[in-house]
């Protein structure tokens, strides 16, 4: 049961022109194949824990309490490897010594992580859920690389979820999500990990290419898939939870390309006017793409008590989720 909604955005803000002026690509190119014009990166005293913990705190405002007793951080740029971030989240969020952990789903990591932190609430691990889905991914991204550069933005969105009644407002239907892990290299960061070392043999050299320590995208072969998953998967959360089509008065699809969500919603047969985007703002904020998009939606008064939402996302793993939403109508902030 959804019951509170943050977000919030690094001020350093990155115009398509800008970019242009250390990369060989143009506004007009941006624009038109991706629908971003602008993005937010983190600046050296920002990382993934100091979003999280931003966008936590609202979240927690919206839902008028102060105390939650489990912390979830979705990110795929780790504050660092080891360990995860979510606990000293949650200290810095003054939430005591509660259950807290990260989870690495990339783009779908809020699909993924609504399911698991609906399933602690439903084992009775839990009566109040902190999720966050936090990304500085930016750090991650080569920024001479033209083709992955202009993509990516850096941000937090961060949900409450409490235990509630299936039929009341701000409950989420039930879950699709799947995984095609042939598909991994589509969308990959080679290094860094224990297939690709940091250091060979503790003697502190380095053993791997610089290039290796950024992402590497195969844009045209993961666009169909993300087209393909996105609309299969949420046609089956649609179909779990009864719903048609014509029930859904927003859909709210991972912001990885305004060609794709729209192509999704045309899958879908999801008139434009419900087709909820904000890309052009963040860009690809992987995990917190999703809350980020509600919590604008929300914010802006377009989201009100007891409409329907269509979730869906996809990204590197590969994997995808979708389920469905009805809105509880909360307090939600502007992210700026
Ligand atoms: O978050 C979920 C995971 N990510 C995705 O789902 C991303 C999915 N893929 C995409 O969104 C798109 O494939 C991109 C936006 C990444 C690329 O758009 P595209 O329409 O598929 O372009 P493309 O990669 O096929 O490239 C078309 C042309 C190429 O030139 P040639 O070979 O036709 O001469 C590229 O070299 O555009 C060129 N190009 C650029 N030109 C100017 C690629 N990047 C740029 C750029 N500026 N930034």
Not at 157 to 165: D, E, F, I, P
Not at 170 to 176: H, K, Q, S, V
Not at 312 to 322: D, I, K, Y
């Amino acid at each position: 049961m959804l019951r509170g909604i943050g977000g919030f955005l690094p001020p350093t803000t990155v115009t398509n022109d800008d970019l242009s002026r250390g990369l060989d690509t143009s506004d007009e190119w941006i624009r038109t194949r991706t629908g971003i014009r602008e993005r937010r990166v983190v600046s050296r005293d920002l990382s993934t824990g100091t979003l999280a913990v931003e966008a936590g705190a609202r979240a927690l405002r919206s839902a008028g309490i102060t105390g939650a007793d489990a912390v979830i951080v979705a990110t795929t740029s780790p504050e660092r490897l080891c360990p995860a971030v979510a606990p000293e989240v949650a200290t810095r969020l003054g939430l005591g010594t509660v259950a807290a952990f990260d989870l690495t789903s990339a783009c779908s990591g809020f699909l993924y992580g609504l399911a698991t932190a609906e399933g602690l609430i439903a084992t009775g691990t839990a009566d109040t859920v902190l999720f966050i889905g936090s990304e500085a991914f930016t750090t991650l991204v080569n920024p001479r690389d033209r083709a992955t550069a202009p993509i990516f933005g850096d941000g937090a969105g961060a949900v409450v979820l409490r235990r509630g009644a299936p039929d009341e407002p701000g409950a989420l239907g039930p879950f699709d999500l799947g995984s095609d892990g042939a598909l991994a290299d589509l969308l990959a960061v080679p290094a860094g990990g224990s297939r690709q070392r940091a250091a060979d043999g503790g003697l502190g050299h380095a053993t791997v290419p610089a290039d290796d320590w950024y992402l590497r995208m195969a844009g045209r072969p993961l666009y169909t898939q993300a087209v393909d998953r996105m609309s299969q998967s949420a046609r089956s959360a649609l179909k779990k939870a009864d719903w048609a089509v014509a029930d859904v008065d927003w859909f709210a699809g991972h912001q990885a390309n305004l060609r794709i969500v729209r192509a999704v919603a045309e899958e879908l047969e999801v008139p434009g006017e419900r087709v909820a985007v904000n890309i052009d703002r963040v860009g690809n904020t992987l995990a917190a793409s999703v809350p980020l998009l509600l919590n604008d939606l929300a914010a802006r008064g377009d989201l009100r008590a007891g409409q329907r939402v269509l979730l869906s996302a996809f990204g590197a793993g590969l994997s995808w989720g979708s389920a469905t939403l009805v809105w509880p109508g909360l307090r939600a902030e502007p992210v700026d």
